[in-house]
C-alpha cells in the first residue's frame, strides 16, 4: 500500500507522513525522530508533540535537572527527547509495539542528553502497569493520547486518573 491510500482522510494533519526520519535543530542540538507507519499513529510525530515540546522549552528555560518527567502516550517521544536533553529525569511509556520505537527514539539522541531516561510499557488497561511507574513526577506530559477511530466498543472504554504527585492510579 502507498502512503496515500494510508493516510488517506487525514488531510494537513499529517505533514511529514513520508518521513522515515525527521531532523530537527529547532531545540537547540540537532534531534532526530524515526517514524515507523507500522505503528499506525503512534509511530508518527504529530504536531501536537512538536507543540509540547516547544511548550516546555518556554516553561523551563533553564536546567530540568531537578525534575522527575512522566511522558503518556510518548510515541516517537520528542518532548521526552527535549527534557532529558534539558538535564530532567524521563520516563517515556507506550504500548507494543509503539514502545519499541519511542526506546529507539530515546537512544538515538542519548549523546545530547544531560538527564536520564527510561522507557516503560504502559496498558492503562493494566493495573500492574499502572502500579510500576514509581511516582511522584513534577510534570506529566501527554499530546495527541485519545485518539480513536470510531469503535463500536467506545462506550466500554474507561480512563485512568492519574495523580502525579502521589504516584496514585487509580481506575475511575
Not at 531537578?66 to 510515541?75: I, P, Y
Not at 509495539?97 to 522507557?119: K, M, R
Request: glycine share 10%.
Amino acid at each position: 500500500m502507498d502512503l496515500s491510500q494510508a493516510f488517506e482522510g487525514f488531510g494537513e494533519d499529517y505533514r511529514h507522513a513520508g518521513l522515515k526520519v525527521i531532523v530537527t535543530d529547532n531545540f537547540g542540538p540537532k534531534i532526530k525522530i524515526k517514524q515507523e507507519i507500522a505503528c499506525g499513529v503512534g509511530g508518527q510525530l504529530w504536531d501536537a508533540a512538536y507543540l509540547l515540546a516547544q511548550y516546555v522549552c518556554r516553561m523551563y528555560p533553564g536546567s530540568m535537572s531537578h525534575l522527575r518527567v512522566l511522558e503518556l502516550g510518548a510515541g516517537c517521544a520528542l518532548p521526552s527527547i527535549v527534557s532529558c536533553i534539558k538535564g530532567a529525569q524521563v520516563t517515556a511509556t507506550d504500548i507494543p509495539p509503539v514502545l519499541a520505537l519511542t526506546q529507539s527514539n530515546l537512544a538515538l539522541n542519548a549523546g545530547l542528553f544531560v538527564g536520564t531516561y527510561t522507557a516503560q510499557e504502559l496498558d492503562w488497561t493494566n493495573a500492574s502497569h499502572r502500579t510500576a511507574l514509581a511516582g511522584p513526577y513534577d510534570i506529566v506530559l501527554m499530546s495527541d493520547l485519545f485518539y480513536m477511530p470510531v469503535s463500536p466498543n467506545l462506550e466500554s472504554r474507561r480512563c485512568t486518573a492519574i495523580d502525579p504527585f502521589r504516584g496514585d492510579f487509580s481506575g475511575n
